[in-house]
Structure formats: C-alpha cells, structure tokens
C-alpha cells in the first residue's frame, strides 16, 4: 500500500520537505499537488534520488507515483563529494533585483537547508549577510537549527563591526578573513548565494 502525501495548495518548497522526508521511509509514494512548480520540483527529487516517477494528471491536479526498484545510489541526508561543502552568503537577500523579494527568497532558502537533510559543512556570512545571524534576524531560528546540527557559521568581524553589530550576533562565531580564506580554499565545494 502506497504511502499518500497531499500537498495541494502547499506552497513551495514544502511539498519537496514532505517528499523527502517520506522517501527516507517508504519506497512507494503517492504526492497530490496542484502547481506546476511543485510537480516538477517533486518530480525532480525522487529522480534523483533514484526512484522510478510516474504521473497521472486529473484536471488542475497530478497524482504523482513514486516508486523503490533498486536499492539508492545516493547518499541519504548527506552531501557527497571530495572535501567540505562551504556555503558563501555575501547578502541578507538572495538574487539581484527586488529586495523584498530577495528577503523571501533567502528565508526559503535558509529554511530548506533545515529540512533537506543535506546540509554543508560551513557556512560563511559575509558584507549584509551578517545581518542574518543577529539579534532580530526573521531567519535565526534557522540558523540556529543548522548550527544545532553540526553546521560551522562563520560570521565576518569586520562587516560586523562594519554595521556596528558584533555584540547582536546571536548564531556562529566572529571570524576572520585568515580563517575565511583558509576554508574557502580547503572546500570541495563552493555555494555561493
């Protein structure tokens, strides 16, 4: 009997969380959404992740069957690849553009990070994305999740001091550029946002 997932009217990226977090104990699926994005989103997981997709459109709705046939080939709740992943985020908004939007857009993304289970080694916050790991930050629950989870927050000294927030910092450690650099440069993978 097929584990079933209704994520109609769910917006983006839970309908992705659910899915994955399903995945990781039931090898046959069935996710109910109703947005394009969602559906290929949706989709688009478990591909990767090795499972056989298969939809059925009803209307404005898709049935979306997600099925084990051979063991995973991927790591699960892991990153893989040769030395630590390092995420750089050089802003408190993600994409260029409407700042607003940007905002939205990086608490989604912070979010999902908590979620995904693939989470990075390191996260370092640079220029205004110190802003993000203060006092009053809308995303420090988040951070706070990720830190709580063995992720490494190095947060830049002299944009802290920059913005005259280094005593507000309330998630991950004061740095320096030396140390910065130093696991930039160790990484095996750079994200930056």
């Known amino acids: 009997m097929a584990y079933t997932i209704d994520a109609r009217g769910l917006a983006c990226p839970q309908p992705v969380i659910l899915t994955k977090k399903a995945l990781e104990t039931n090898d046959d699926l069935i996710v109910l959404v109703d947005d394009t994005a969602a559906r290929e989103n949706v989709k688009r997981l478990a591909t990767n992740m090795g499972f056989v997709v298969e939809e059925e459109h009803q209307g404005s709705e898709t049935r979306i069957r997600i099925n084990k046939v051979s063991a995973c080939t991927h790591a699960q ?3 893989t690849g040769q030395g630590p992943v ?3 985020i050089a802003s408190d908004t ?18 999902t990070l908590t979620q995904a289970g693939a989470m990075p080694d390191t996260m370092i916050l640079f220029n ?10 809308e995303v420090l629950d988040d951070l706070e999740s990720l830190a709580n989870a063995g992720v490494n927050i190095l947060a830049c000294g002299t944009c802290l001091n920059y913005f005259s927030l280094k005593e507000n910092l309330a998630v ?11 696991t930039m440069l160790g990484a095996g ?5």
């Open 128 to 137: 205004t994305g110190v802003k993000l790991a203060v006092k009053g930050s």
């Open 86 to 88: 390092v995420v750089v």
């Open 172 to 182: 991950g450690v004061v740095s320096n550029m030396y140390d910065i650099s130093q």
């Open 77 to 79: 709740g892991a990153i």
């Open 189 to 193: 993978r750079i994200v930056q946002i």
């Open 94 to 111: 993600m994409g260029r553009g409407e700042d607003v939007l940007g905002g939205v857009l990086m608490k989604s993304f912070l979010h």
